[in-house]
């Protein structure tokens, strides 16, 4: 174990080189919003196809879950309710057999189909990323231009998670051919309410 | 090694130089039809790079805020001023935890500090769960590009290597295949580790959080999955406020592969309930390059890979002939700034054209650095065949007449010279290039004739 007081003279190392630089403190630029708030609809459908995701109805959500196709589904939906589900486990390790999860997004970015998620989405934090197949439900109203737009909405609201999910799990690392499921979920469906 | 005769063992493989060479180069043109799409790129580089000097000339203030922010979050701050104290740190966390096997997903700065090697020593198994790192693990080798770890492979060789490993079919190099087979493999790792380690993208002091990026989701798999999340990252990794994200995950992944967000981008603010987060802050030698005016910005980078993709020389000569943790021309400033000495062939692989500097989205001057690292390294090393020959042709340029006589001598010669006198181990410069045709009279010659 590395002891306290070690620790503490690094940190104070670090620091006092710094300090002693005493460099000119050096102008922090606002950030701009560079609205783009038109067609957001078409360009957040046109971006997640982009990804390799796809933009379903809620009706074909309904007919995928009980076309049985998906043995094992949770969903923590309040934008969908009634959907097949289960308690969630308290580790996340016991949903390595789940093959749908359904969970509502907060808001989604046009420019990227990035979808912003918390905590109090995901249930527990495992589920969009062990799950074979994921859906996200997302309310057509919270859609925004791009990043900045999105992180003005988010603000500093606490979450001891948030995540950005762009598309369903992907990797070119061989020869530069994209392969969809590489560790996460194989496909991502965005239902739009 | 010299940067040259690593540069010469990666071109006997005169097919697949070629293929590694065209294939960065797609890369650098998704990179261009991605920024191209954004009316603002220009501008967003422009705030990058004043973001990242600003977060350079109070770095001390940031990593306080940082470190107070975490804490109060129930983040553990470590703090380590080398590659060693890093590991140890990394070390004493898992032995408090009696682990023995940990997953871990990119991250440069481990590389940088060694830490694979360091952990297996002391009896960890360390899996590496990006794909092109666990390819690259498999061959005992690090990765020889930042983004794309295993691009210097070709998918036979990844078979063969699955095959043998992973027992996938012989023969069959089909990447989807080969990446399912990866899938469930690492699954089973994931199931079973109890630490994962990350790498960090930014830190952000206003919030006390840190953000992860990757596109296989791998990051997460690994660390919801475990029980303790130790994210390591250099000092330089500070962005000041959360909307601060917003510009910079615009720029990263089009910079690096022309998406327009890398696919998961995760934000960790505190760990969930009963599971521990552990954040190491890194010095290594940034300090040092810190205080060196002409170099300091080299810390700006976000490590996207961008300078790498575009530049003539990394991709005619692979990541390997850098001999360093960060290839291409990052890592050419970079990596003097550690050794000096071991690293003085770098800021000459390069041929200044200034591509890097033109697709950095952090606005570093990649290639005046190299310049100015080369500026450095003569005056330590005093007197070098380059060194004369360059000194040769400022005599001439200095002299019209010896211009013009030495212009009319090489006219001659070139067609005459026997291939040795430019394939020979004294001017590296001719290794595999050939000799351009000769006109046959000079410029001036012909303007008199034509013009005047």
């Avoid at chain 2, 790792?189 to 953000?211: D, H, L, Q, S």
């Avoid at chain 2, 300091?296 to 692979?318: D, E, F, V």
């Amino acid at each position: 174990m590395v002891s306290k007081k070690q620790i503490m003279s690094s940190k104070e190392l670090i620091l006092s080189s710094i300090k002693k630089l005493s460099q000119e403190e050096q102008p922090l630029p606002a950030v701009p919003s560079f609205d783009e708030s038109e067609n957001t609809l078409e360009t957040f459908q046109q971006s997640v196809k982009n990804n390799k995701g796809t933009i379903i109805s809620e009706l074909e959500l309904v007919d995928l879950v009980n076309s049985g196709a998906y043995p094992k589904v949770y969903s923590g939906s309040r934008l969908i309710p009634d959907l097949k589900t289960f308690e969630l486990p308290e580790k996340g390790t016991d949903l390595n057999d789940l093959d749908l999860a359904i969970i509502d997004g907060q808001l989604g970015v046009a420019e990227n189909a990035a979808i912003w998620l918390e905590d109090e989405n995901l249930g527990l934090r495992a589920v969009p990323f062990i799950t074979q197949h994921l859906v996200i439900v997302l309310e057509k109203s919270k859609l925004v231009g791009n990043m900045h737009e999105a992180y003005s909405l988010i603000g500093s609201h606490y979450s001891g998670f948030g995540v950005f999910i762009a598309g369903p799990s992907k990797t070119a690392d061989i020869e530069q051919s994209l392969v969809i499921g590489a560790h996460g979920a194989k496909s991502l469906r965005v239902v739009l309410v | 090694m010299s940067h040259p005769s690593q540069a010469a063992n990666f071109l006997k493989d005169e097919k697949r130089a070629h293929w590694h060479d065209e294939t960065l180069w797609f890369v650098r043109e998704k990179r261009d039809l991605a920024s191209k799409n954004i009316p603002e790129w220009e501008e967003l580089r422009n705030l990058a790079s004043g973001i990242k000097n600003h977060v350079l000339s109070k770095l001390d203030v940031y990593l306080e805020e940082l470190e107070e922010k975490a804490t109060a979050n129930g983040i553990k701050v470590h703090w380590a001023k080398d590659a060693k104290e890093h590991n140890e740190i990394v070390l004493s966390i898992l032995k408090e935890k009696k682990c023995k096997a940990i997953v871990k997903s990119k991250s440069i700065l481990t590389e940088e500090c060694h830490l694979n090697p360091f952990l297996e020593q002391h009896g960890v198994e360390v899996v590496d769960t990006d794909l092109g790192e666990r390819i690259v693990q498999f061959l005992n080798q690090p990765p020889s590009h930042i983004v794309l770890p295993a691009i210097h492979l070709k998918k036979g060789d990844i078979s063969e290597i699955f095959h043998e490993k992973l027992h996938t079919q012989k023969g069959n190099e089909d990447p989807v295949y080969l990446t399912h087979a990866a899938r469930q493999h690492l699954r089973d790792k994931f199931m079973a580790a109890k630490v994962a380690v990350t790498g960090v993208n930014f830190a952000i002091p206003e919030t006390g959080e840190f953000v992860v990026c990757t596109n296989e989701g791998n990051a997460d798999m690994g660390v919801h999955l475990a029980d303790v999340h130790i994210a390591c990252m250099g000092i330089e990794k500070i962005i000041p406020r959360r909307a601060d994200l917003g510009i910079f995950l615009r720029l990263l992944a089009r910079s690096a592969t022309g998406q327009s967000i890398t696919n998961y981008n995760s934000h960790f603010r505190s760990p969930a309930p009963g599971k521990e987060i552990h954040l190491i802050l890194v010095d290594n030698g940034r300090t040092n390059q810190l205080a060196r005016e002409k170099f300091k910005n080299s810390l700006k980078c976000i490590r996207c890979g961008a300078c790498m993709n575009t530049c003539p020389i990394y991709r005619r000569s692979g990541g390997y002939s850098y001999g360093s943790t960060v290839p291409g021309p990052i890592g050419s400033i970079l990596s003097p700034g550690i050794d000096v000495k071991k690293y003085s062939t770098l800021p000459f692989a390069s041929t200044l054209c200034g591509s890097c500097s033109d697709v950095c989205p952090v606005k570093i001057n990649i290639h005046e650095q190299l310049y100015e690292w080369r500026q450095e390294i003569t005056k330590a090393q005093g007197w070098t065949a380059k060194g004369m020959s360059m000194k040769m042709a400022n005599g001439i340029f200095k002299s019209p007449l010896a211009y013009k006589i030495s212009g009319k001598l090489l006219r001659s010669t070139l067609k005459t010279l026997p291939n040795s006198v430019i394939y020979n181990p004294l001017n590296t410069w001719g290794k595999n290039r050939d000799l351009p045709a000769v006109p046959k009279e000079s410029f001036k010659e012909w303007y008199q004739k034509n013009r005047s």
